[in-house]
T-cell receptor
Framework: DVKVTQSSRYLVKRTGEKVFLECVQDMDHENMFWYRQDPGLGLRLIYF???????EKGDIPEGYSVSREKKERFSLILESASTNQTSMYLC?????????????FGPGTRLTVL | TQLLEQSPQFLSIQEGENLTVYCNSS?????LQWYRQEPGEGPVLLVT?????EVKKLKRLTFQFGDARKDSSLHITAAQPGDTGLYLCAGEASGTYKYIFGTGTRLKVLA
């Protein structure tokens, strides 16, 4: 079974703190994604990576950065957390199969910024 | 920016009823996926449709991709409480690895 794990299920941080969200997948997938999920807005893509050290901006990259030093690990960084970044964060991975590859999601990290 | 609108946003029905969820866009997608998400979990893929007009069946669930590959529908026959969850459609923009997710339909099936 494909497994995508996220470092924390729940996280509470203060405004201005630097926040690291970690994601690890065990299926040797090339592609990895970070989304945030908010009620009524669905999932919105923050960043994705199609190879080690490669990254591309998604639809809402402002206030976020990412790091992919190893194939299995994709980190999302909030340089200076703000209250509007309170959300559910979902990591996903998919194989490089061209179009219509399945995305496998982690269980999510619910981040609250006070 | 490509958008995928889902309707209805919320749906509460009795066990045994039929329902249809719609996913619409003004953009063309190379493929479209449907996911179901349960509380405390990430979305799980139900189906991928690739060809315009394609129909796929998964037990009591029927998925259709529009002829122009801009819209899709999910029909559930004789809904059961186990179908309760958040249903998400996701379209893949041609030539990219990027998926645009719909706004979601939260379904509750009452026993």
């Amino acid at each position: 079974d494909v497994k995508v794990t996220q470092s924390s299920r729940y996280l509470v941080k203060r405004t201005g703190e630097k926040v690291f969200l970690e994601c690890v997948q065990d299926m040797d997938h090339e592609n990895m994604f970070w989304y945030r999920q908010d009620p009524g807005l669905g999932l919105r893509l923050i960043y994705f990576s199609y190879d080690v050290k490669m990254k591309e901006k998604g639809d809402i990259p402002e206030g976020y950065s990412v790091s992919r030093e190893k194939k299995e690990r994709f980190s999302l960084i909030l340089e200076s957390a703000s209250t509007n970044q309170t959300s559910m964060y979902l990591c996903a991975s998919s194989p490089f199969e061209g179009e219509s590859a399945t995305q496998y999601f982690g269980p999510g990290t619910r981040l609250t910024v006070l | 920016t490509q958008l995928l609108e889902q309707s209805p946003q919320f749906l509460s029905i009795q066990e045994g009823e039929n329902l249809t969820v719609y996913c619409n866009s003004s953009s063309v997608f190379s493929s479209l996926q449907w996911y179901r998400q349960e509380p405390g979990e990430g979305p799980v893929l139900l189906v991928t449709v690739v060809t315009g007009g394609e129909v796929k069946k998964l037990k009591r669930l029927t998925f259709q991709f529009g002829d122009a590959r801009k819209d899709s529908s999910l029909h559930i026959t004789a809904a059961q409480p186990g179908d309760t969850g958040l249903y998400l459609c996701a379209g893949e923009a041609s030539g990219t690895y990027k998926y645009i997710f719909g706004t979601g339909t939260r379904l509750k099936v009452l026993a």
